[in-house]
């Protein structure tokens, strides 16, 4: 019946797996799944999560928390600063986002969206790898490391096939001659309002989301799974511990984020050739 399991899937108890398909039978049932996503998807992918033991910023020490008025003030210096890192920690997250892939958990989240059970997926990662996992309806709240922003029309650009010259900073918008910016948001930044607007659309018609690697306290996240709650909708929750999502999310999973989801991405597709047999 149910896939073989391997070896090393000892957090899965049948007791588990039980719940997992339950959250399964939910999400193929639903109309309109968002998917909701923060570091600790990435922690499987060797991407530390920046606050907390073993921390990125607790190890380097952390960005200026008045990153984006430090921008407004002085672009081209910041523009200096963002092709030539001397901060320690920029240097160490700039190294470890080159290296990362994404892992089992980005690929399932992926793998729902291919066979129409994740209509949209907002992340906190700035790391690309929902994008690198081939997630294609993908919100990312915080931007994207490895983009380029015009602070005017918004217009997003890949960096490495951006022209950039070092003697002519900050670079200008080839559509509009606005400001560009790393597309990341920085402290003090207010999120991207294209972004947002469509997060709270599809929020909006939500009767069903996947909260993942997240205890979603920070706005705006925090608001996304009360709104689907309030909405009457069914949040679930994948996080190796419990946490202040779990009394009220409808559904608690317990374990890995890979493998959880990799679990939840089966159950799903069974419950949905089963609907429709
Ligand atoms: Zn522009």
């Known amino acids: 019946m149910g896939q073989a399991r391997a070896p090393d899937d000892f957090f899965l108890t049948d007791a588990l797996d039980a719940e997992i398909a339950r959250a399964g039978r939910a999400v193929a049932q639903a109309d309109h799944v968002v998917g909701l996503t923060g570091a600790g998807l990435s922690v499987e992918s060797g991407i530390p999560p920046f606050r907390g033991p073993g921390g990125l910023w607790t190890r380097y020490g952390e960005p200026p928390m008045d990153g984006y008025q430090r921008f407004l003030r002085d672009p081209a210096q910041a523009w200096r600063d963002r092709l030539n890192p001397k901060a320690p920690w920029a240097k160490a997250l700039g190294e470890t986002l080159a290296a990362a892939k994404p892992n089992s958990g980005h690929c399932a989240l992926a793998g729902l969206e291919r066979i129409g059970h994740c209509d949209a997926l907002i992340t906190q990662n700035i790391d690309d790898l929902h994008g690198q996992a081939g997630q294609q309806n993908l919100l990312e709240i915080h ?44 402290f003090g930044e207010p999120i991207p309002p294209d972004v947002l607007k469509r997060c709270y659309d599809e929020v909006g018609r939500a009767d069903c989301m996947i909260v993942a690697g997240t205890s979603a306290t920070v706005y705006p996240a925090a608001e996304f799974p009360l709104q689907v709650l309030r909405n009457g909708g069914v949040v679930i929750e994948v996080n190796p511990e419990a946490s202040e999502l779990t009394p009220v999310a409808s559904i608690s999973l317990r374990g890995p984020g890979g493998a959880v989801l990799e679990r939840l991405m089966h159950h799903t597709q069974r419950a949905s050739q089963e609907a429709g047999a």
């Open 143 to 186: 931007g994207n490391h490895f983009l380029l922003r015009c602070t005017e029309c918004m217009t997003r650009f890949r960096q490495n096939e951006f022209q950039i010259d070092p003697d002519d900073l900050p670079p200008r918008c080839p559509e509009c001659d606005g400001i560009v910016k790393g597309d990341t948001v920085h």
